[in-house]
């Protein structure tokens, strides 16, 4: 992945085996998406999960269900584009906030997630950004 670091220190850990006192942290590349029928199939508002879109959702790619699956949750820390600006331009939108892995990505992507936004303005703006994420809870 060139200059970016993905910490995928537990990897090869399940997440059920992570003791709750442990807190997993990944930086990953991010984009955002919308609820609209070019971004999505033909049930735009309803999740893979069956959730409503709503801010607060994420979608991974396949590959990190393994380590985050449907029901963990997180809280983002924007890190900037993946050119190296703008850190914190979007912390508004994550600060305070938990949000839900309760959708997947498209087969094509890996080590990549994504964040849902109600409009497609906000979404072109936000771009590819590295996001620093932190498990708060893992599904029961």
Known sequence: MGRFLIAFFVAFASA?????SQKLVLTLEASAYTSS???????PFI???????????LAVSR????ILPFGTKVRLKDLGSIYGRGKGQFDYLFRDRIF???DVMNARWTKKLDVWLPDRALALKFGRRILQ?????YPE
């Open 63 to 66: 590959d990190l269900l393994k």
């Open 37 to 43: 029928f070019r971004e999505t199939d033909a049930t």
């Open 16 to 20: 059920g085996a992570l003791a709750q």
């Open 47 to 57: 999740t893979a999960t069956g959730m409503r879109t709503r801010l607060g959702v």
């Open 133 to 137: 994420l932190e498990v708060v809870a």
């Open 100 to 102: 839900v892995v309760a």
